[in-house]
């Protein structure tokens, strides 16, 4: 048998266009994706030198980033709409295929793209956009680009890249009750910091990765890029196929059977070698919330607020976090209270994680003081959850629900925490700012977010007295 | 995009790990679908008040570090977004050079698609550039050619990048100009399909 290989050098080697001494790889992308924001810049270049997209038949377009999530079509901010008719007037001059505003596949791009099947094993995918690492869930080889990137995706279909070096995250043992894919990629975050993982592709392995539904196995690679990592993915098995039976733009019948046939072959062979390997136990993983300003700022929800004096290292940063999070050292987190709940963004906006966090809030009601959002990640989305009566329990219990698009995530559009404000967020970023000047980002679970709504502060979601997460 | 083959600057140091772009360049100016005049929004939350007067406890402000062109900064420099607003923004403010211990990927590949040289230096030595320059009015000198950076006193160290980096910078390459003389490879690896049948949209 030949030498065994990973799915990342599997597919690097299907993908390679021209190869050359002292170069990097001109390296193939088989689907590329767009959004308002990083995409103005590359069309105008492209008009500038005269030049085409290539294969317009790969790339697809959709407005998420800026939308209003209420109101649909009252864009108040003259700008942000002249973003969208940007997008809308290129698309068609270019020949672009895009789910505006009001189309039915319209959503978060890194929802909408497994959504629609558009995402697929064995696929090269880019897109101008960081968390493009989500699509790595299919055992894809996806990474965010930037502007110039996207414009020489969009001239010449291809990108040079240098071959990325592998690291496996191992995960054996079983999440517990309560404990979510949230929380295994945080604590991952947590325990590694935000940088181990620059230079790789990451791909996760071990027994509790396995036990992943597909919506899960997207918030766990979604995250990679939090790790410094490009991409991160998962290699395919019958869950990935599963999920991808009957999808819009994945072929049918036999075609489908021969196809998935392919994408099993993908995964990384036994005895397959990394540049470096990483492990950890999902029995010991809590439920998690971020304390700071950066995702490694992360502990257990009965833990505290670290002391800086104790640190060993970046004493300063540490300090500079609590500051500017308004909380004290030793703080418990049960005792920081929250006056914004966002459930949504491209790590937790989709059915499975609506379903979870409305078995939370059933019958309960919004604690006073409490603003909490539901975003569904996609049009799609949010009609499915309208179906079985999602909505109608979020809506009796106090929460506003809206229409699909990043929102608060980074709260570009009118969704945005008050300075000083603080918010229990699903998303993945609790940057200074990230969701409004001076607001305060916890990241949390979408199961954690619904109970710190109904209380007023971070509880333990393990004491519902239900099942969740696994 | 302008080459750059030597620079000599005054240097800026900002002595803070993980600086993310969110920092560098705030969502509320991605709205813009223009590629100039990002610099005047550089570090803006940290730059500015509300009411968009400076702030005195922001290094960059200081009158001292007027005119800086070379940017220290701490590890995993320009980590979070893809926003290459964040490089837009550094060279519009100003800036050609940025020197840090690690950088995040994809800020590291943008920069050189905008004229920026992205320098990776041991964390001793990026300390030694930041002490000096947060005392008094400090110049390097960077020779891409040669792959050093000296301050002509006691500083001068070897630096390494990717002989294809360096080339685009040197000469100021038009990446896709380039990528399209090799349109041929690309015709033929479409025709041949050697991956799995991963297939177009329509
Ligand atoms: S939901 Fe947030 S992280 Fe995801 S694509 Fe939108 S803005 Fe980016």
């Known amino acids: 048998m030949s030498q ?14 021209h190869e050359e001494e002292g170069k990097p790889n001109l390296l193939y992308i088989d689907l590329h994706l767009i959004h308002e924001v990083t995409s103005p810049q590359a069309f105008e270049g492209l008009r500038m030198s005269g030049r085409k997209v290539r294969r317009p038949d790969r790339t697809f377009a959709t407005m998420d980033h800026n939308v209003p999530t209420i109101h649909r079509n009252v864009i108040k901010d003259a700008v942000s709409k002249k973003q969208m008719e940007t997008l809308e007037a290129n698309c068609e001059e270019f020949g672009v295929r895009l789910a ?17 099947g558009l995402t697929q094993p064995g696929k090269t995918i880019v897109c101008g956009d960081s968390h493009t690492s989500t699509h790595g869930a299919f055992g894809a080889l996806a990474f965010g680009i930037g502007t110039s990137e996207v414009e020489h995706v969009l001239a010449t279909q291809s990108l040079w890249q240098s071959r990325p070096k592998t690291l496996q995250i191992k995960v054996d043992g079983l999440l517990g009750t309560g404990v979510t894919a949230k929380d295994l990629i945080l604590a991952i975050i947590g325990k590694y910091g935000v940088r181990f993982g620059t230079g790789y592709v990451i791909e996760y392995t071990g027994e509790a990765v396995r036990n992943l539904s597909m919506e899960e196995r997207m918030t766990v690679c979604n995250m990679s890029i939090e790790a410094g990592a490009r991409a991160g993915l998962i290699s395919p098995d019958a869950t990935t196929v599963d999920y991808l039976k009957g999808k819009r733009y994945v072929p049918e019948g036999e075609a489908f059977d021969e196809v998935a046939e392919e994408w099993l072959a993908l995964a990384s062979d036994e005895g397959a070698e990394y540049d470096q390997t990483l492990s950890i136990h ?10 700071g300003t950066n995702p490694a700022q992360c502990v257990p929800v009965g833990g505290r607020v670290p002391d800086p004096k104790e640190a060993d290292n970046d004493r300063d940063g540490i300090e500079r976090a609590i500051e500017y999070m308004g909380l004290e050292p030793n703080q418990s987190i049960e005792s920081i209270p929250v006056e914004h709940v966002f459930i949504g963004s491209c790590t937790n906006s ?45 809506i009796t219990a106090g929460f506003e629900w809206r229409e699909a698009g990043c929102s608060m ?31 305060r980002t916890h990241l949390v679970s979408p199961e954690m977010a619904a109970a710190a709504a109904l209380e007023g502060h971070f509880v333990d979601v393990r004491k519902y007295a239900i099942t969740v997460g696994g | 995009m302008e080459p750059i083959k030597q620079h000599k600057g005054l240097v800026y140091p900002l002595d803070r790990e993980n600086v993310d772009t969110d920092q560098i360049i705030p969502k509320q100016f991605l709205k813009r679908i223009e590629r100039q005049g990002f610099g005047q929004f550089l570090f803006y939350n940290w730059r500015f008040y509300d009411d968009g007067t400076p702030r005195e406890d922001f290094s960059l402000n200081d009158s001292k570090y007027d005119g800086a062109s070379i940017l220290v900064g701490g590890e995993n420099f320009g980590c979070g977004s893809s926003r290459e607003h964040a490089p837009w923004a550094i060279q519009d403010y100003g800036f050609r050079v940025v020197i840090a211990p690690s950088f995040a990927d994809i ?96």
């Not at chain 1, 919004?366 to 309208?386: F, N, T, Y």
């Not at chain 1, 009118?414 to 300075?419: A, E, K, L, S």
């Not at chain 2, 080339?167 to 380039?178: T, Y």
Request: glycine share 8%; proline share 4%.
């Open chain 1, 350 to 394: 989709r059915l499975s994680d609506l379903r979870k966090a409305a078995e939370i809030v059933r019958g309960g009601r919004v604690h006073e003081g409490v603003r909490a959002l539901v975003v569904p990640g996609s049009k799609s989305v949010k009609d499915a959850a309208e179906a079985e009566g999602l909505d109608t329990i979020f």
């Open chain 1, 4 to 17: 065994p290989k990973t799915i990342v050098e599997k597919i690097w080697d299907q993908h390679v266009v």
């Open chain 2, 107 to 202: 800020f590291y590949n943008n920069c050189f698609k905008n004229g920026i040289l992205p320098i990776q230096l041991p964390k001793t030595v990026v300390d030694q550039l930041m002490e000096k320059a947060s005392k008094e009015k400090y110049e390097v000198e960077v020779d891409l050619e040669r792959q050093v950076i000296f301050d002509g006193s006691d500083i001068e160290v070897f630096f390494d990048i990717q002989s294809y980096h360096k080339e685009m910078l040197l000469n100021g390459w038009d990446e896709i100009a380039v990528t399209l003389t090799y349109e041929d490879k690309i015709d033929q690896y479409e025709k041949q399909n050697k991956g799995v049948k991963t297939l177009g949209i329509s």
């Open chain 1, 409 to 439: 995530c980074l709260a570009m559009n009118d969704d945005i925490v008050p300075p000083g404000e603080r918010c229990a967020s699903t998303s993945n970023r609790n940057f200074e700012g990230r969701q409004g000047n001076g607001a």
């Open chain 1, 282 to 291: 999902a029995d010991e993983i809590e439920p998690q919330v971020t304390w």
């Open chain 1, 100 to 116: 505006d505003i009001n189309h039915p596949d319209q959503g978060i791009v890194h929802v909408i793209g497994p959504e629609l």
